[in-house]
């Protein structure tokens, strides 16, 4: 943190500008001050919720002076027409600073992200289910290795039913389906899903005909005694930029159209989705990877003139995702667990053979408790 040298109203009173030893300046305009001003009459004691709206705020909002004390730690603005004084310490108007270099035409990913292909992802996160209890600071490592690279393990849990519940609940909240609140991956006679046979499973996000997708997923391992059904983990997001790369054109027609998913049970079921395979924020942020080979449904929002590319795309995409210098494989065991953020990550297995059993439980969470869980262990 740096403290503030100097500051200076400007623009009439709009705006002030603080400037810095060593770095640029930083500019605040007098409507954003004030709407984020912590003092108890903006902002709830007790909750921290904002007490006031935009419109307790007058569009006349200007800034009479502003003046640096505690040795410029900290900043006192006063504000007209409607009187009202407000403080910021340096380091909170520091953190909360916007004026900097945006880069808003190129795509990017979260900073706080590392994508990975086989060659660099040298050490799966992996911890212990007692370390989790036992050590916080082990686990709260191996929660920001599991948000970093989309994946992580785990090792030493136990071999019971329901488990993968134990295991959500250590970082988030359960996302019940159609599914259930956890479910079975076995082979069953009629299957209400592929994932339910011991064929094969090309590399696919989970559920992307469901809107919003689940953004956790949890497959334990408590039986694995066949030949074959051994996993395999992409970096949804390192193939997409590497698609950027190849091909520009490729990779725009994926983020640019939307695609559909579909997926139906007899009359029960019935889930429908539209989503670009390469999902892009309005600013260009890489935010998700919607790819699952059996759950993609007839695409109907490409015109034309593009259909014909967009499918070159499409198996552009999928040859990269299938690229053996992409992804992790290993084999889970029982007592093991992955977990994965299924907005980036794929996964796949290949196909096992009846003899002996396999037996998976999944669950679905979500990303936000996850991320709660992470920004709190920080703090304690
Ligand atoms: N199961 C395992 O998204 C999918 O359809 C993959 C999901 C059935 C919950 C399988
Ligand atoms: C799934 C799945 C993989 C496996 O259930 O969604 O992808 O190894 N299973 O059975
Ligand atoms: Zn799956």
């Not at 004691?45 to 505690?70: C, E, F």
């Not at 929002?301 to 299938?322: E, H, L, N, T, W």
Request: net charge positive; glycine share 4%; with cysteine.
């Amino acid at each position: 943190m740096s403290l503030f040298k100097s500051v200076k109203v400007i623009n009439s009173g709009k705006a002030i500008l603080l400037s810095r030893k060593y770095k640029t300046p930083l500019r605040y305009h007098s409507t954003w001050l004030r709407d984020n001003a912590l003092d108890s009459k903006t902002r709830d004691k007790k909750n921290g919720q904002r007490l006031i709206s935009i419109s307790d705020i007058p569009v006349t909002t200007y800034i009479k002076s502003a003046s640096l004390s505690k040795k410029g730690k900290e900043i006192i603005i006063n504000f007209l027409p409607k009187k009202k004084q407000v403080k910021f310490s340096s380091s909170w108007l520091e953190k909360h600073a916007y004026d900097k270099k945006q880069s808003n035409s190129k795509v990017w990913i979260d900073p706080d992200l590392k994508t990975w292909t086989k060659a660099s992802l040298k050490n799966i996160p992996i911890i212990n289910y007692k370390k989790t209890k036992s050590n916080k600071k082990s686990f709260h490592k191996w929660l920001k290795s599991l948000h970093c690279y989309g994946f992580a393990k785990m090792v030493g849990c136990e071999k019971k039913s329901g488990t993968v519940i134990k295991i959500a609940k250590l970082f988030g909240y359960v996302r019940e389906t159609n599914y259930g609140k956890w479910f079975d991956v076995k082979s069953k006679t009629n299957a209400v899903n592929l994932a339910y046979t011991n064929l094969a499973l090309k590399a696919h996000t989970d559920n992307p005909y469901r809107d919003p997708v689940p953004t956790i997923q949890i497959l334990h391992c408590l039986k694995s005694s066949t030949k074959g059904g051994d996993s395999k983990v992409v970096d949804g997001f390192k193939a997409a930029l590497r698609l950027k790369k190849e091909n520009k054109k490729y990779f725009s027609l994926l983020s640019k159209y939307c695609s559909r998913f579909e997926f139906k049970i007899k009359k029960n079921v019935h889930l429908k989705s539209r989503f670009p395979i390469i999902n892009l924020s309005s600013d260009s942020e890489l935010i998700a990877i919607h790819f699952n080979n059996r759950s993609i449904a007839p695409i109907t929002d490409i015109p034309y003139r593009d259909m014909d590319d967009y499918y070159k795309a499409y198996r552009k995409f999928s040859s990269i995702i299938d690229d053996p210098k992409m992804s992790v494989n290993f084999k889970l065991n029982p007592g093991d667990c992955f977990i994965l953020d299924n907005t980036r990550v794929l996964h796949a297995r290949t196909a096992y053979l009846a003899v002996g059993s396999r037996w998976l439980q999944g669950c679905y969470a979500d990303k936000d408790g996850l991320l709660s869980t992470i920004s709190t262990l920080s703090k304690s």
